[in-house]
């Protein structure tokens, strides 16, 4: 990969960290309720303030302590940036969802989330390869692949970055649209947890990549939305994910629509949108 292209992929996570928003919903739809990085700032900001001693050394240390994170996360900007400019091609585990005995989600026809999966990865390798990338799967057929062997996985192959596929379901079957997840940082709370406990002063591997990993989710997220017109249902913040939490590199999972909904199954079955979503996956790491 050369030079310039990974810096540009650092310098388009700075500035999606400063200050990303996915755009509203289709046909005039509220924004999706999620928490952008402007707000987790002044949020940040203002639990700095009521820390603050009343005296003038207190307000200092508070100012500087508040103003650590940032520095960090530069600091881990800039890193991620020369380990990527000195790779001549940067490493990406694609991890299709489900697989072998786990079917996943079903569509109304019949259709198995763990097939939607594998085809959006193959469809995503190759585009990523031509992009510089040296790109492997977690699986490339339809074979059992436990949550710890995928994180093991990436972690054997050295990856630079991981990205998970999967399609979502609801018990209703008429949610639709595209949701992006990575790691709730440490300190906040996650803004999704499906019932499972959520504690703020947990630390996982991969909350060292907090910073990254939000503004990774950002990009892609919005660049999905983008290509395939699908509803936006917002950039999500979670701790039960074991793929992403156990991660030593930059994660995220892509819920690339409701395959339990008859409208969005019909299309997800369509080869030529799979299309469109591995297209638009790549866009947003060239």
């Known amino acids: 990969m050369r030079r310039g292209l990974s810096f540009s992929i650092c310098l388009a996570l700075a500035l999606f960290l400063a200050g990303c928003r996915t755009g509203a919903g289709r046909r005039g739809e509220r924004a999706p309720d999620w928490e952008s990085p402007e707000s987790i700032a002044a949020a940040e900001a203002q639990k700095g303030k009521t820390a603050m001693a009343p005296n003038q050394a207190g307000r200092n240390s508070g ?4 103003h650590a994170p940032d520095i960090e996360k530069r600091e881990q900007f800039l890193t991620w940036a020369q380990h990527l400019a000195s790779a001549q091609r940067p490493v990406v585990v694609i991890d299709p969802g489900h697989g072998g005995s786990d079917p996943g989600a079903h569509s109304p026809s019949g259709r198995l989330e763990k097939e939607f999966t594998l085809d959006w990865a193959q469809r995503l390798a190759p585009i990523l390869a031509a992009k510089g990338w040296q790109v492997f799967s977690t699986r490339t057929n339809d074979t059992d692949m436990p ?23 609801s018990a209703e079957g008429r949610q639709q649209g595209i949701e992006t997840y990575c790691l709730t940082p ?8 499906r019932g499972y406990d959520d504690d703020p002063s947990a630390i996982f591997p ?14 892609v997220h919005a660049a ?14 979670a701790r039960f994910p074991a793929v992403l939490k156990n991660q030593n590199r930059p994660a995220i999972l892509i819920e690339g629509g ?7 199954a019909e299309k997800l079955a369509d080869g030529g949108y799979r299309q469109k979503l591995a297209e638009a996956v790549a866009d947003a790491l060239k």
């Open 63 to 66: 100012e500087a302590e508040r």
């Open 147 to 169: 949550l710890a062997g995928r994180v093991e996985f990436a972690e054997a192959h050295r990856a630079d970055l991981f990205v998970s596929l999967h399609f979502n379901s």
């Open 258 to 264: 409701y395959i339990s909904c008859p409208e969005e």
């Open 186 to 193: 440490y300190g906040m709370k996650s803004n999704m947890n």
């Open 206 to 219: 991969n909350n060292a990549f907090d910073g990254l990993n939000l503004a990774l989710a950002c990009k």
């Open 224 to 237: 999905v939305i983008h290509s395939s017109g699908g509803n936006d249902r917002g950039v999500r913040r």
